[in-house]
């Protein structure tokens, strides 16, 4: 129980609409659990860079360091050129502030359709750790000859043993607190990435005997695609580079339903960390009220969880798991059978019963 400072960056399209309705839950929970919030709301995003050409003020980041946590909505705006505002923000975000874990949960709610046959909760429910200040995100590269038909366009990914290590620690970590299957798989392409890949799993080996309770497994990248969808219940928790983690992240959240559902929190275990629903400001959906608040709830309940507010951070989870089962008729945008703000009332409610 506690007061916490928390930044909300509501961002762009639906961002708005999903951030209003996770802060409806958290306000739910407060009473019950005695937390106070102080919450800051910053406007950054699409439209301001349109307003005034600004994409995210030192200043700001700057200010940023000083919270407890970040709620971000969604930062991608149908004007603005690809890779502006994502760099800008939310990739600035993650590297400056050296949120160097994603972790992203693949969990099948009850109630949920799953386009896996055969598969329901029981064999869905794992957590992906993407490591999140390195890799093919750096940006190292350029291009030679630019625009002439003699172009070469190179670009790096950096490993550093430091960088890799501090991710499969915080893996190993994770994996045995959680408790599950005890079981820790490192994806990579050791096959063809006789370099990065191959720090990876000398570090992984290196590691494992360390945690003499974790069984270890490897699978290559574009295998652990197939598993993922044949057999999702062979993972517990999954460790894997920046690009990879980006990837397999978006086949996580198809099979738990959707973007609808999928959180993702930016962790620095050391610093300050930022949650956000992952499935982008789905500018089409923007003011209509259709859009699924889950993930953005899912977010707010792993910033709980982080803050050390263990029994909000349950009741949110209850609360999710209810609404999902018995309420709404389905994930997906305009097929809830209630609206945005109906889904957070609802889901308000049961959280702050469930407390
Ligand atoms: C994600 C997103 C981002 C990423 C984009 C918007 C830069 O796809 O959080 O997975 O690639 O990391
Ligand atoms: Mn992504």
């Excluded at 997906?332 to 109906?342: D, E, I, L, N, V």
């Amino acid at each position: 129980m506690g007061s916490h400072k928390i930044a909300v960056i509501p961002g762009d399209g639906t961002g708005p609409e999903v951030v209003a309705e996770g802060l409806k839950v958290l306000n739910a929970v407060a009473g019950p659990a005695g937390i106070k919030y102080d919450f800051t709301h910053y406007d950054l995003g699409g439209e301001r860079y349109k307003r005034t050409g600004e994409i995210l003020p030192d200043s700001v980041i700057d200010e940023l360091r000083r919270f407890d946590a970040i709620y971000l909505g969604a930062i991608g705006h149908p004007d603005v050129a690809p890779g502006i505002l994502e760099k800008g923000i939310l990739l600035r975000a993650r590297f400056e502030l050296d949120q160097y874990i994603n972790l992203r949960p693949v969990v099948l709610y009850p109630g949920v359709d799953c386009p896996l046959k055969g598969k329901g909760p029981e064999q869905i429910d794992f957590v992906v750790i993407r490591e999140n200040t390195e890799g093919m995100y750096v940006g190292a590269g350029g291009f030679h000859k630019h625009g002439t038909i003699d172009e070469v366009a190179v670009q790096t990914s950096i490993n550093t043993r430091k960088g890799v290590d501090r991710c499969l620690k915080y893996a190993f970590e994770l994996t045995r607190r959680r408790n599950r299957d005890k079981k820790l798989t490192l994806v990579a392409k050791t096959n063809v990435l006789t370099f990065a890949s191959n720090l990876w799993f000398r570090a992984f080996e290196a590691m494992a005997p360390q945690y003499p309770d974790i069984a270890t497994d490897y699978a290559h990248v574009d295998a652990t695609c197939m598993w993922f969808v044949k057999n999702p219940e062979w993972f517990d928790v999954v460790v894997t580079d920046n690009l990879f983690g980006d990837i397999i992240t978006d086949l996580g959240a198809i099979i738990q339903g959707g973007m609808g559902v999928a959180a993702g929190g930016n962790i620095n275990p050391e610093g300050v960390s930022m949650f956000e629903p992952i499935g982008g400001s789905a500018p089409k959906y923007t003011g209509l009220a259709v859009v699924n608040p889950i993930a953005a709830i899912a977010a707010a309940q792993m910033m709980l969880e982080t803050l050390g507010e263990t029994r909000a951070a349950k009741a949110v989870d209850g609360a999710i798991r209810k609404a999902a089962a018995h309420d709404m008729k389905s994930m997906a945008a305009g097929k809830m059978g209630m609206s945005t703000h109906q889904v957070g009332d609802l889901i308000a409610k049961y959280a702050a019963d469930l407390v």
